[in-house]
């Protein structure tokens, strides 16, 4: 994964269910092929659910993070792991080599910052809304004075997303909203990828 600050450089970052459904295939298949996304995020320790859906992700040129152990990422082929506490990322970064290194900071600058000087590869703060002023000011900052790319953590959807990516975000973190839609995940995806068009 790679970033930009600029709106027109800000991608969709997928975030799985946990639990995986069975028919998980399905849903992400039509995703994928709707329209670009970056990344999709996986939350499993099982080895057969990260072997169902790494073909596919694969398929479409799409990174797949997984959020769990760095080693069960490297092992199973994952593009990269997420980690939730800023203290893992350095022993997180020499499990992994040249994989991904993502990690969540919540919405503490500090602790962004000691993730990348610890060798994250990218930072993710949130839930974020773009109802909270200073969630768009964290992402503004971060833009402002960081090259390491920001995952915003979509709390909500589309006009979230679209404020979110006017303040600098390089990718955009979203999950039920794409799953849950009623119209389907490829029509959720096209929405999302139009209210980030609607940023620029």
């Known amino acids: 994964m790679t970033?930009?600050?600029?709106?027109?450089?800000?991608?969709l970052y997928l975030v799985a269910p946990d639990p995986v459904p069975d028919d998980f295939g399905t849903s992400l298949r039509a995703a994928l092929a709707a329209a670009d996304i970056a990344a999709l995020r996986l939350t499993t320790t099982d080895r057969a659910v990260v072997a169902r859906v790494l073909p596919i992700t694969r398929a479409h040129g799409v990174a797949l993070?997984?959020?769990?152990?760095?080693?069960?990422?490297?092992?199973?082929g994952c593009d990269g792991a997420h980690v939730h506490d800023p203290g893992d990322a350095a022993a997180a970064r020499r499990v992994l080599g040249e994989l991904q290194l993502g990690v969540f900071c919540a919405n503490s600058?500090?602790?962004?910052?000691?993730?990348?000087?610890?060798?994250a590869d990218y930072v993710s703060f949130g839930p974020?809304?773009?109802d909270a002023d200073g969630d768009t000011e964290l992402i503004s900052w971060w833009?402002?004075?960081?090259?390491l790319p920001a995952v915003a953590e979509c709390a909500e959807g589309g006009l979230d997303c679209a404020a979110l990516a006017r303040a600098g975000?390089?990718?955009?973190?979203?999950?039920?909203?794409?799953?849950?839609?009623?119209?389907?995940?490829?029509?959720?995806?096209?929405?999302l990828h139009a209210a980030i068009a609607s940023a620029i």
């Open 3 to 11: 970033g930009s600050t600029a709106v027109s450089g800000c991608r």
């Open 65 to 76: 993070i997984l959020n769990g152990p760095p080693a069960l990422a490297a092992a199973t």
């Open 128 to 130: 974020l809304t773009a």
């Open 169 to 191: 975000a390089d990718f955009l973190a979203v999950g039920d909203a794409v799953w849950n839609d009623p119209r389907g995940p490829d029509a959720a995806v096209r929405a």
């Open 143 to 147: 833009a402002d004075i960081m090259e």
């Open 109 to 119: 600058r500090d602790a962004a910052m000691r993730a990348g000087e610890a060798g």
